[in-house]
């Protein structure tokens, strides 16, 4: 299986950081991996697997908290490695496996640890989900592993590098992760196809969250019910998701706040004419499979949940997603618009009727507002409410006085009249533009030394110029070959595609070699060159090559020769035909060089070529030689 781009970027990138990042067995090097929902985690997390234990020998577990999730990360190991040695550990799966790689739900395995032995890495899928709490089942694994190995690594993945009361779960003393090693964004790979966009549908109400109270950093659950489960929305977005079916879409997800709640949207869904069904965590598993089958078969229009299809679900044909859940949470937010991220056939965006201000609570998924962890204060006041009748204070949630009987009256469910059309994307992606052609008329290269790093290794840059630019600055573009960076590294990898694609043999180890045989004429010659937009620069797409000129080749005797111009090694001058000198070499020999006539120096060696034209090389001669004998050029 070969990994995209931004795939493999994200493996090199953990390499690279446990190579350099400081570790101790206090605070062992333990970086995050983020990649957007839909951007296909798993393949990754299998080849960082793969190489964990062919290239190091490590025994691996992967843990993570659903059934579905472990079946997916063993399907993603072993479609990078099918003979990996792969154990599962799920009781939901009904397997107690161990092996050098163990899959396993962290509830199963959280009284078997000492099964697992020694542990060199820990991968965590979902890591958001890790509590930095002592008392739950992942720090108690953690503590167990390390106790028997202190300098665990641990890894883990998440398309949403924060929770909600911690904030980023790389920052705080209690924090497991020390790092981000890589971060894809969401709009790089909108961009480039590998997501689906998602546009913002207009909805009329909003819910009004005035009587919603919060506890432990989210709205109350009870309170939020009855701000949310109203007829006037429930109907707007039944009306909204129905409109939106009958407009094309085929695919709608609608999230509620509770069971009663997911069942009444279902009903409404329903009385207009639309199929609809309900999954929730009560759903039985065989129940639960031939809805989403239906559902992914697009037999079925549309699914109700609370709480269960957040993460984890993997549903390509989601085209509609109604919100009628609000959250605190910027992670929950994130991992519901993720749903319709991914690409189906037929599907060109996912329209997000997001009824519960979580755009305006959190801003666009691409830019999300992440509040940091807050200090406790001893000296804050909880906040209270008075009793009308005996003025005892009370907490806000409290409906009967604790002193006097007194009861408040249930709030009222209630929709609030603002309506909301927040962009779900910091900013409108515009349609990607097709590759733009250019002839060719001109390659150069040489060697590139990045300025202002002495560390960075060179890099081989081509430059391509079009018809008679030579030495005229109208260069097309450039690019640069990454041919002394870290063997296997991606950078590495591009540069052995590059070389093999126009010159054909072995990468050589350095720079200097490279341009050596591309002095040589071992480049292919090059006719055209496709470019398309990176940003505000130009980026090589494709290289059209002509057929390579064989020597001794005579077809075109008949015609006038072309005369070549190449520019000065020394004062890069463009020069045709510039005169033949004679020089001795340190041993004696006879050299042949063309000599540059503006600055004097040797005309040769420095790989500025026509894209069509051969090499002339200099050429030693001994006593018997005369200037006037056949010579190369």
Same mark, same amino acid.
């Given at each position: 299986?070969?990994?995209?781009?931004?795939?493999?970027?994200?493996?090199?990138?953990?390499?690279?950081?446990?190579?350099?990042?400081?570790?101790?067995?206090?605070?062992?090097?333990?970086?995050?991996? =983020?990649?957007?929902?839909?951007?296909?985690?798993?393949?990754?997390?299998?080849?960082?697997?793969?190489?964990?234990?062919?290239?190091?020998?490590?025994?691996?577990?992967?843990?993570?908290?659903?059934?579905?999730?472990?079946?997916?990360?063993?399907?993603?190991?072993?479609?990078?490695?099918?003979?990996?040695?792969?154990?599962?550990?799920?009781?939901?799966?009904?397997?107690?496996?161990?092996?050098?790689?163990? &899959?396993?739900?962290?509830?199963?395995? $959280?009284?078997?640890?000492?099964?697992?032995?020694? =542990?060199?890495?820990?991968? &965590?899928?979902? !890591?958001?989900?890790?509590?930095?709490?002592?008392?739950?089942?992942?720090?108690?694994?953690?503590?167990?592993?390390?106790?028997?190995?202190?300098?665990?690594?641990?890894?883990?993945?998440?398309?949403?590098?924060?929770?909600?009361?911690?904030?980023?779960?790389?920052?705080?003393?209690?924090?497991?992760?020390?790092? $981000?090693?890589?971060? $894809?964004?969401?709009?790089?790979?909108?961009?480039?196809?590998?997501?689906?966009?998602?546009?913002?549908?207009?909805?009329?109400?909003?819910?009004?969250?005035?009587?919603?109270?919060?506890?432990?950093?989210?709205?109350?659950?009870?309170?939020?019910?009855?701000?949310?489960?109203?007829?006037?929305?429930?109907?707007?977005?039944?009306?909204?998701?129905?409109?939106?079916?009958?407009?094309?879409?085929?695919?709608?997800?609608?999230?509620?706040?509770?069971?009663?709640?997911?069942?009444?949207?279902?009903?409404?869904?329903?009385?207009?004419? $639309?199929?609809?069904?309900?999954?929730?965590?009560?759903?039985?598993?065989?129940?639960?499979?031939?809805? &989403?089958?239906?559902?992914?078969?697009?037999?079925?229009?549309?699914?109700?949940?609370?709480?269960?299809?957040?993460?984890?679900? +993997?549903?390509?044909?989601?085209? #509609?997603?109604?919100?009628?859940?609000?959250?605190?949470?910027?992670?929950?937010?994130?991992? /519901?618009?993720?749903?319709?991220?991914?690409? !189906?056939?037929?599907?060109?965006?996912?329209?997000?009727?997001?009824?519960?201000?979580?755009?305006?609570?959190?801003?666009?998924?691409?830019?999300?507002?992440?509040?940091?962890?807050?200090?406790?204060?001893?000296?804050?006041?909880? *906040?209270?409410?008075?009793?009308?009748?005996?003025?005892?204070?009370?907490?806000?949630?409290?409906?009967?006085?604790?002193?006097?009987?007194?009861?408040?009256?249930?709030?009222?469910?209630?929709?609030?009249?603002?309506?909301?059309?927040?962009?779900?994307?910091?900013?409108?992606?515009?349609?990607?533009?097709?590759?733009?052609?250019?002839? #060719?008329?001109?390659?150069?290269?040489?060697?590139? @030394?990045?300025?202002?790093? +002495?560390?960075?290794?060179?890099?081989?840059? @081509?430059?391509?110029?079009?018809?008679?630019?030579?030495?005229?600055?109208?260069?097309?573009?450039?690019?640069?070959?990454?041919?002394?960076?870290?063997?296997?590294?991606?950078?590495?990898?591009? !540069?052995?595609?590059?070389?093999?694609?126009?010159?054909?043999?072995?990468?050589?180890?350095?720079? +200097?070699?490279?341009?050596?045989?591309?002095?040589?004429?071992? /480049?292919?010659? #090059?006719?055209?060159?496709?470019?398309?937009?990176?940003?505000?620069?130009?980026?090589?797409?494709?290289? %059209?090559?002509?057929?390579?000129?064989?020597?001794?080749?005579?077809?075109?005797?008949?015609?006038?020769?072309?005369?070549?111009?190449?520019?000065?090694?020394?004062?890069?001058?463009?020069?045709?035909?510039?005169?033949?000198?004679?020089?001795?070499?340190?041993?004696?020999?006879?050299?042949?060089?063309?000599?540059?006539?503006?600055?004097?120096?040797?005309?040769?060696?420095?790989?500025?070529?026509?894209? %069509?034209? *051969?090499?002339?090389?200099? =050429?030693?001669?001994?006593?018997?030689?005369?200037?006037? +004998?056949?010579?190369?050029?």
């Amino acid at each position: 299986m070969k990994l995209r781009d931004y795939q493999q970027e994200a493996v090199d990138a953990v390499f690279a950081y446990w190579e350099r990042a400081p570790s101790t067995t206090e605070k062992p090097a333990s970086p995050l991996v =983020v990649m957007p929902t839909g951007s296909g985690k798993s393949p990754t997390l299998g080849e960082t697997t793969r190489r964990l234990v062919q290239d190091y020998g490590c025994r691996v577990v992967i843990a993570t908290h659903r059934a579905e999730l472990i079946a997916q990360d063993a399907k993603a190991v072993r479609s990078i490695w099918p003979m990996a040695p792969v154990g599962i550990f799920s009781a939901g799966l009904g397997r107690k496996e161990v092996d050098q790689i163990t &899959i396993c739900g962290v509830q199963s395995i $959280v009284r078997a640890t000492s099964r697992l032995g020694h =542990v060199d890495v820990l991968i &965590i899928d979902e !890591a958001h989900l890790l509590s930095p709490e002592d008392a739950t089942s992942y720090q108690r694994v953690i503590s167990d592993l390390r106790t028997v190995n202190p300098d665990m690594r641990i890894l883990g993945y998440t398309a949403t590098p924060y929770r909600l009361g911690q904030g980023f779960l790389t920052e705080g003393e209690s924090a497991l992760f020390t790092a $981000v090693a890589y971060d $894809v964004g969401v709009k790089r790979l909108i961009s480039e196809g590998w997501l689906s966009p998602v546009v913002t549908g207009y909805v009329r109400e909003q819910i009004d969250l005035s009587e919603v109270g919060v506890r432990a950093g989210e709205f109350a659950a009870k309170d939020l019910e009855l701000a949310c489960d109203v007829d006037k929305i429930n109907g707007i977005v039944a009306d909204d998701v129905k409109g939106a079916i009958d407009g094309g879409r085929t695919s709608a997800m609608i999230f509620g706040t509770s069971v009663a709640h997911a069942k009444r949207l279902r009903n409404e869904m329903h009385m207009r004419g $639309v199929s609809c069904d309900v999954i929730t965590g009560e759903t039985e598993r065989s129940e639960r499979d031939e809805i &989403i089958g239906r559902f992914k078969a697009r037999k079925l229009a549309c699914l109700s949940s609370c709480d269960v299809l957040t993460t984890g679900f +993997d549903a390509p044909v989601v085209d #509609v997603l109604a919100m009628v859940r609000p959250t605190m949470s910027p992670s929950l937010y994130v991992q /519901m618009v993720g749903r319709g991220m991914r690409l !189906a056939d037929g599907k060109t965006d996912c329209l997000l009727l997001d009824y519960g201000g979580n755009i305006a609570r959190h801003g666009p998924i691409d830019d999300v507002k992440v509040k940091p962890k807050g200090k406790k204060s001893s000296d804050a006041e909880a *906040p209270t409410k008075t009793c009308p009748r005996c003025l005892a204070q009370q907490a806000p949630a409290v409906r009967v006085c604790l002193h006097c009987g007194f009861e408040w009256p249930a709030p009222e469910r209630k929709a609030n009249d603002k309506a909301s059309n927040l962009p779900a994307l910091s900013l409108e992606l515009k349609p990607k533009a097709p590759p733009v052609r250019h002839s #060719v008329g001109t390659v150069e290269w040489h060697k590139h @030394i990045k300025a202002g790093d +002495d560390t960075a290794p060179p890099t081989l840059r @081509i430059d391509y110029y079009p018809d008679g630019a030579l030495g005229l600055g109208r260069k097309i573009v450039s690019e640069w070959v990454c041919v002394q960076h870290e063997e296997g590294g991606f950078a590495w990898r591009k !540069a052995m595609k590059w070389w093999a694609d126009h010159v054909g043999c072995r990468l050589p180890d350095n720079v +200097d070699d490279a341009i050596e045989l591309l002095d040589e004429g071992h /480049m292919r010659p #090059v006719e055209a060159i496709e470019t398309e937009k990176d940003g505000k620069w130009d980026r090589v797409v494709a290289i %059209h090559h002509g057929d390579p000129r064989e020597a001794g080749d005579d077809s075109d005797e008949d015609e006038a020769p072309v005369k070549v111009k190449r520019p000065c090694a020394e004062c890069g001058m463009p020069v045709e035909d510039p005169p033949v000198v004679k020089r001795l070499d340190a041993i004696g020999r006879t050299l042949f060089f063309r000599q540059c006539p503006y600055c004097h120096g040797n005309h040769g060696g420095v790989g500025k070529w026509l894209a %069509h034209t *051969p090499e002339i090389e200099a =050429v030693a001669v001994d006593e018997n030689t005369d200037e006037g +004998d056949d010579l190369p050029w």
